[in-house]
């Protein structure tokens, strides 16, 4: 295989987050997040967001991060509100239906949901006889790679506040999501729209880790006891204080994300000039092209990537940037891609 576009966390760590946990190597420090590190890195990403009252909590990955969060936010009874690509639905494999709340979904557009589409799941929820709607789950960016903008996101977030409903944010692609010009949103906006939301360390740079901030203070009561008890409150936590000090310093954490979004529109731009479409528009990391199946395949034998959909007889790939993508792998690609169609259209 000349180079994989699976995803974005195959390669292992930023060099400068290396640097610095080799360096702090041999340091003794307080366990389970009361560390110099942790105490660090949680002040610099409240003041990235400012919001100096927030908590923030280091938690070792994304799924774990998603039903620690939600669990401890809803009662027995109460659901959540998710799109239907929605990765608490389609890839945790039931993590959240296995605490006991069911995920209520809608179809959503370009992998979002719409004020409209949470009022249909409260209108369908009458009575005590059914579950009670309470926390609405989005991603940003989405599972397709889109945004949310700031008027969609305000709408969402007032909606939820008339209807006492929280609004939770995943954010795995947290970087990718607040770089990308389709998104006019910053880091303070969240602290006055949202409850809380998980900034993704796994997927720009970091080793592992993922920072849960805490808008909230009806959230934010005995989090760390929650968190022992699920099995998140790592001992050495001071490895992940470490790495999103590393990234909330000198700006690396929006360096390492705007490559990634960068490096994407370009491999956009030359597929679309071979003359192929994009199921969506390439806003973040992600390109998802529309390929015919027989390039896709004979494409797959030189590439690593997932097929996402079927459109028609074709269909479509995604194609995921890391930071540590190189142009040269890019050019690679779309020299390949060009011969393939060639070779098959005489020229697409």
Not at 66 to 85: G, M, W
Not at 114 to 138: F, G, N, T
Not at 208 to 213: K, N, S
Request: hydrophobic letters at 40%.
């Amino acid at each position: 295989m000349k180079y994989s576009f699976r995803n974005d966390y195959s390669e292992l760590v930023h060099p400068l987050i290396l640097d610095a946990l080799k360096n702090a190597g041999t340091a003794q420090l307080d366990g389970y997040g009361l560390d110099v590190f942790c105490r660090d890195a949680a002040e610099l990403i409240k003041e990235k967001f400012k919001a100096p009252d927030a908590d923030v909590h280091f938690i070792s990955g994304g799924t774990l991060t998603n039903l620690l969060v939600i669990s401890s936010a809803l009662r027995p009874h109460e659901s959540v509100i998710a799109v239907q690509t929605g990765h608490i639905f389609v890839h945790e494999t039931g993590a959240i239906e296995a605490t006991g709340h069911k995920v209520c979904t809608r179809t959503g557009y370009d992998g979002k949901l719409a004020v409209s589409d949470i009022e249909s799941v409260l209108d369908e929820h009458e009575d005590e006889h059914m579950v009670k709607p309470r926390l609405v789950y989005i991603s940003q960016s989405t599972e397709g790679g889109t945004v949310y903008n700031k008027a969609e996101l305000t709408a969402i977030s007032e909606f939820c506040r008339s209807n006492e409903l929280y609004l939770y944010v995943d954010g795995a692609r947290f970087g990718a999501a607040l770089n990308t010009t389709a998104c006019d949103l910053e880091y303070a906006d969240f602290a006055r729209l949202v409850d809380a939301v998980f900034v993704g360390g796994t997927k720009n740079g970091a080793l592992f880790g993922e920072a849960v901030v805490i808008f909230n203070d009806a959230l934010k009561p005995d989090f760390r006891y929650l968190m022992k008890q699920r099995g998140a409150l790592l001992a050495k936590s001071s490895a992940m204080g470490l790495q999103f000090k590393a990234l909330f310093t000198d700006g690396l954490y929006d360096k390492l994300a705007r490559q990634s979004n960068e490096t994407a529109s370009y491999l956009a731009g030359g597929i679309q000039a071979l003359g192929y479409k994009l199921l969506f528009e390439a806003q973040t990391n992600f390109v998802v092209p529309v390929l015919p199946t027989d390039i896709s395949q004979k494409m797959g034998e030189l590439y690593g990537f997932y097929e996402w959909a079927k459109v028609e007889s074709d269909v479509a790939v995604r194609l995921v940037i890391s930071w540590a993508t190189e142009k040269s792998a890019v050019d690679e690609f779309l020299a390949d891609l060009k011969g393939l169609t060639a070779v098959t259209f005489g020229g697409k």
